[in-house]
């Protein structure tokens, strides 16, 4: 798994990332009430807004990590946003990239230095 400074976490299986927000981030946003994933589909640059995490102190943007395609989004979070909050790293992943280069997952945290960047 490796993290962004960004709170975004990715898990990567073959070409095919994984990605949510931490739970550290969850614990900033406080509890979510709306998750819009019209954004989440197609070619994405890094950097670029691919979700909308609404809570109840604020809407904050979720880019895409890393160059590529989303494939598939967590629509389950469309009736339940509250997964994220719920299981961060697990049933409240946000979409799935397949990666343009996934050599490039090299340059991100590993947890042992995202654990840093927080405290």
Do not use: C
């Amino acid at each position: 798994m490796k993290f962004t400074e960004e709170h975004e976490w990715l898990r990567l299986e073959g070409d095919i990332a994984t990605v949510g927000i931490t739970e550290h981030a969850t614990v900033q946003l406080g509890d979510l009430v709306f998750v819009d994933l019209s954004d989440a589909e197609g070619e994405m640059s890094k950097g670029d807004t691919a979700v909308v995490v609404e809570s109840v102190k604020a809407a904050s943007d979720v880019y895409a990590p890393l160059d590529g395609e989303i494939i598939e989004s967590n629509e389950a979070l469309e009736d339940n946003p509250g997964l994220v909050n719920e299981d961060p790293l697990g049933q409240g992943w946000l979409f799935k990239m397949k990666l343009a280069n996934p050599g490039d997952m090299d340059a991100l945290m590993d947890e042992a230095a995202y654990k840093a960047m927080t405290e």
